[in-house]
């Protein structure tokens, strides 16, 4: 599928507003000393930014159904830009930044179910899965930039020069969404007096089955996205590179990662309309799976072997996610997309809270305190069980259903 204007503007904008999901992730293991934390306490502001994030999509999400994804979507982009320059602003502490950093998850939530809602509003479903990847793609690409920026800023003026480097990026993308989404219609689906949410969701098995593997993909890739780059910089501290240098350099290891997704997801997408939903997200699954429990144990191991193995991982881990987008989709009634999301999205990124956490606290358990940690393959294992749940959820899917139609949509 080939973007067109409306599809590229927003992408655009979703790259923009993404730019500074990885900041604090780029410039950890310059904050672990500088803020003076445990990696308990640490993965503890990404289980605040994960949980504010699973909460603003509960409610962004829903609030959607009520008054349209295109109007949810505006008023969240500005949020997230203003969120995002204040904790660029006073992000200097633990505290000022678990607070700060949650501010900026709360107010982006807004902008991720939408557009999946937007686009499911304007493509059919034989195109849809390839729409859908360009926009997961679109946030893999702000990744990429949010941690190139903070790798090349943290070298020039430390990390509060990242984190307004990176604050740009939100800023610059409610802008873009001001202009693109002008002429688009905010579209309300009206309801069927015998629908509701527990027969169009709750007792939906597909859809249930796809909220599980959606839950545990999220355990699974928000957890490897905290702390990759940490793991990365102590990788590659072991070969002798200096501590500042080793952070820059794991910035641009991990956003070539985050490149990776990024041809996952427009390659996946595409590929799923092809073959099926079913067989792609079995084979990512359980390839990711495989990853996680090899990934932590390359301590030690060649720079190459570390990223070969972690570009598949990335890959792999984030590849299906714009088929779980697009499955469910298919599965739910559009009148009820909206409050299906926010149950997904609930679970999904609940969990994405708690992983980092629990990566966490077992590298501390598995390291020596007060020391760099050098045992990371048990902390990672943690979350390869994510990628064996996502793989259980894949083998129990069902075949491919359409939709039931509904009642006509209202424009507003």
């Given amino acids: 599928m080939r973007l067109d204007g409306w599809l590229l503007a927003l992408c655009l904008a979703r790259s923009c507003m993404m730019a500074m999901f990885m900041s604090y992730a780029a410039v950890l293991p310059v904050l672990l000393p500088a803020w003076g934390m445990t990696a308990t306490m640490a993965g503890s502001v990404s289980?605040?930014?994960?949980?504010?994030?699973?909460?603003?999509?509960?409610?962004?999400?829903?609030?959607?159904?009520?008054?349209?994804?295109?109007?949810?979507?505006?008023?969240?982009?500005?949020?997230?830009?203003?969120?995002?320059?204040?904790?660029?602003?006073?992000?200097?502490?633990?505290?000022?930044?678990?607070?700060?950093?949650?501010?900026?998850?709360?107010?982006?939530?807004?902008?991720?179910?939408?557009?999946?809602?937007?686009?499911?509003?304007?493509?059919?479903?034989?195109?849809?899965?390839?729409?859908?990847?360009?926009?997961?793609?679109?946030?893999?690409?702000?990744?990429?930039?949010?941690?190139?920026?903070?790798?090349?800023?943290?070298?020039w003026g430390g990390y509060p020069?990242?984190?307004?480097?990176?604050?740009?990026?939100?800023?610059?993308?409610?802008?873009?969404?001001?202009?693109?989404?002008?002429?688009?219609?905010n579209v309300i689906h009206a309801r069927r007096p015998d629908s509701r949410f527990g027969t169009a969701v709750l007792k939906n098995p597909r859809a249930m089955r796809l909220i599980s593997g959606y839950t545990f993909h999220s355990w699974e890739l928000l957890g490897m996205w905290a702390w990759a780059p940490a793991f990365l910089a102590a990788a590659i501290a072991v070969t002798g590179a200096a501590s500042v240098r080793a952070v820059e350099l794991s910035a641009y290891v991990s956003a070539s990662f985050h490149m990776m997704g990024l041809i996952a997801s427009t390659t996946m997408g595409g590929l799923s309309d092809r073959l099926g939903r079913r067989t792609v997200l079995l084979s990512l699954a359980a390839s990711s799976a495989l990853c996680s429990f090899v990934f932590g144990w390359l301590i030690g191991w060649p720079i190459a072997v570390v990223f070969v193995v972690g570009a598949a991982y990335?890959?792999?881990?984030?590849?299906?996610?714009?088929?779980?987008?697009?499955?469910?989709?298919?599965?739910?009634?559009?009148?009820?997309?909206?409050?299906?999301?926010?149950?997904?999205?609930?679970?999904?990124?609940?969990?994405?809270?708690?992983?980092?956490?629990?990566?966490?606290?077992?590298?501390?358990?598995?390291?020596?305190?007060?020391?760099?940690?050098?045992?990371?393959?048990?902390?990672?294992?943690?979350?390869?069980?994510?990628?064996?749940?996502?793989?259980?959820?894949?083998?129990?899917?069902?075949?491919?259903?359409?939709?039931?139609?509904?009642?006509?949509?209202?424009?507003r």
């Fill in 47 to 155: 289980t605040g930014f994960q949980g504010g994030y699973a909460l603003s999509l509960v409610f962004f999400s829903a609030l959607a159904d009520r008054v349209g994804a295109r109007r949810v979507f505006v008023w969240s982009a500005w949020l997230t830009a203003v969120s995002a320059l204040l904790f660029a602003a006073f992000a200097r502490s633990y505290v000022w930044g678990l607070v700060l950093y949650s501010l900026v998850a709360v107010a982006n939530g807004g902008t991720y179910t939408t557009a999946i809602m937007l686009l499911a509003d304007r493509y059919p479903p034989a195109r849809r899965g390839a729409a859908v990847g360009w926009l997961i793609a679109s946030s893999s690409f702000g990744y990429a930039i949010s941690l190139v920026v903070s790798g090349a800023a943290l070298r």
């Fill in 314 to 411: 990335a890959f792999t881990a984030l590849g299906d996610s714009p088929v779980l987008s697009t499955a469910f989709t298919e599965t739910v009634l559009p009148s009820y997309l909206g409050a299906g999301l926010a149950l997904r999205s609930l679970l999904g990124f609940g969990a994405g809270a708690i992983a980092p956490l629990v990566f966490g606290a077992v590298l501390d358990a598995t390291n020596v305190s007060g020391a760099l940690p050098t045992t990371w393959g048990w902390a990672f294992m943690t979350l390869g069980l994510g990628g064996v749940g996502a793989t259980w959820a894949a083998l129990g899917l069902p075949r491919e259903r359409v939709p039931a139609a509904e009642t006509p949509a209202v424009l």
């Fill in 161 to 185: 020069a990242a984190f307004f480097a990176t604050a740009c990026g939100p800023v610059a993308g409610a802008a873009i969404v001001a202009v693109a989404l002008r002429d688009t219609p």
